[in-house]
């Protein structure tokens, strides 16, 4: 989604992911450490997502390079919905 207002384009783009493994109370004590394990499991790259593997996704869509990306999401996941 793109929009003009007072001569500046507004452009609206997102990034986002599943941050490490976001605990739950309910699974962690029904599943524990499987559940985790499942999650790496069914990622490309096996490993849990740390906040530090967003900072170049913001970097890319706060910079130049971005300038013509305009009602995207960017899914920051490790390839989780890839496979």
Do not use: W
């Amino acid at each position: 989604m793109a929009d003009t207002m007072n001569g500046q384009t507004i452009i609206v783009t997102g990034a986002g992911g599943n941050i490490g493994l976001i605990p739950d109370a309910d699974i962690e004590a029904k599943q524990g450490a499987q559940a985790d394990a499942r999650t790496v499991a069914g990622r490309c790259l096996q490993r849990t997502q740390t906040p530090q593997d967003m900072v170049g996704a913001a970097l890319f869509l706060l910079g130049g390079g971005s300038d013509f990306i305009t009602g995207q999401s960017l899914l920051v996941n490790g390839g989780a919905y890839f496979l």
